[in-house]
């Protein structure tokens, strides 16, 4: 017995579901990873470099930790081409999420005055800023 396509469709993403999350997932604990390189970098630089120096060059580094661990666990045996360009295409992708995970960093460490002496609290939110854009891109985009 054949199924309709709309309830072939239906089961399809059934089935599908259960791997999205569970590559969601991994792509939360590399972002987590990421979190934690971004925020000791951040103190680790912070004196020298100022809040924002410190979170640019954090950011970096984040990132290329992340692009690492989401080709060899998160997305493993997806994508093309040769490593360099996969991991500029996800630099590139990762400026939407940058935008969004800078941009509430900024706003927290200059409006918050909490978030300037504990800078954790402005990564963290820059973290979850970008983390589905991110995730989107990433699926879309570089690891395709």
Do not use: K
């Not at 661990?69 to 940058?98: E, I, K, M």
């Amino acid at each position: 017995m054949t199924l309709p396509a709309p309830a072939r469709q239906g089961r399809l993403r059934s089935l599908l579901a259960p791997a999205l999350l569970a590559q969601f997932l991994r792509f939360g604990m590399v972002g987590g990873v990421g979190f934690v390189i971004d925020t000791a970098t951040v103190y680790a630089l912070r004196g020298r470099l100022g809040l924002y120096g410190a979170g640019m060059v954090s950011y970096v580094l984040a990132a290329s930790t992340n692009w690492a661990l989401h080709r060899n666990w998160t997305f493993r045996g997806q994508g093309s081409g040769p490593a360099h360009r996969q991991w500029a295409r996800f630099l590139a992708t990762s400026l939407v999420g940058f935008t969004l995970n800078r941009g509430a960093y900024v706003a927290m460490v200059t409006f918050v005055p909490l978030a300037a002496r504990q800078p954790v609290f402005a990564t963290a939110a820059g973290a979850v800023a970008g983390m589905f854009v991110n995730f989107a891109l990433s699926r879309r985009l570089v690891f395709i």
